[in-house]
């Protein structure tokens, strides 16, 4: 079955620093993959997807995620980091469900932030 | 707004009571899903809407769960004899289905559900 993994259960980042989130996908064809933000209190954000094309994926607040075939990996990545950006990440595979998809997610990485 | 809403927004209940939690998706979404995430772990897929289809339940977790939705609207998630491990938030999220697995998933805020 579709799924994937994230590795990390927590990443701590200083302020500014540069962030890579990482994701291992077990699909055999082309998977859909997402990238979810949690805040405090607040509910799921998609950040960006991929499913098909240019394997360098931008999203919001400045993330990006790039789909590597080869590694099975679709890590999310961001140049400078923000103290806004703490929260937990999720990545997500989208599986057949009916006539439709839902999402299988990883178990989440929480990102703590640093001045 | 035009988000997805959900009711309430805490629960607590006793072991052994039944339970209705509640999700109102985007207007015009004729897809709706529920979740469940439980401390520390991931989201589980629970159920699948798409329109007048028969819903996809192939994730929920026992017969003591069930959902309805009526037409492409609200929908309600029904936990009966609730149990301890049951004790998590429930996240509902519409889309709007067009037979492609890239569309965005819109989530709510979710219940948080504590089961005494």
């Known amino acids: 079955a579709q799924s994937v993994t994230q590795p990390d259960i927590h990443i701590t980042v200083s302020e500014g620093a540069s962030l890579e989130l990482r994701c291992n996908y077990s699909y055999g064809a082309t998977p859909y993959l997402f990238w979810y933000v949690q805040s405090p209190g607040q509910g799921l954000q998609l950040l960006l997807k991929?499913?098909?094309?240019?394997?360098l994926v931008q999203g919001i607040k400045g993330f990006e995620a790039e789909f590597k075939r080869s590694q099975s990996s679709f890590n999310l990545r961001k140049p400078s980091v923000h103290w806004s950006d703490a929260a937990e990440y999720f990545c997500?595979?989208?599986?057949?469900?009916?006539?439709?998809?839902?999402?299988?997610f990883g178990k989440g990485t929480s990102l703590l932030v640093t001045p | 707004g035009a988000g997805v809403s959900q009711s309430p927004s805490n629960k607590v209940t006793e072991k052994g009571k039944d339970v209705e939690l509640r999700c109102d998706p985007i207007?015009?979404?004729?897809?709706l899903y529920w979740y469940r995430q439980r401390l520390g772990q991931g989201l589980e897929f629970l159920i699948y809407?798409?329109?007048?289809?028969?819903?996809?339940k192939s994730g929920l977790p026992s017969d003591r769960f069930s959902a309805e939705r009526t037409g492409e609207s609200v929908s309600t998630l029904t936990i009966q004899r609730t149990q301890q491990e049951d004790s998590a938030v429930y996240l509902c999220?519409?889309?709007?289905?067009?037979?492609?697995?890239?569309?965005?998933?819109?989530f709510g805020p979710g219940t948080r559900l504590l089961v005494l």
């Open positions: 809407f798409q329109g007048n289809s028969a819903p996809d």
């Open positions: 207007s015009g979404h004729t897809a």
């Open positions: 991929y499913f098909s094309g240019d394997t």
């Open positions: 999220a519409s889309s709007s289905y067009l037979g492609a697995p890239s569309e965005t998933q819109y």
């Open positions: 997500a595979v989208g599986v057949a469900a009916n006539s439709g998809y839902a999402l299988n």
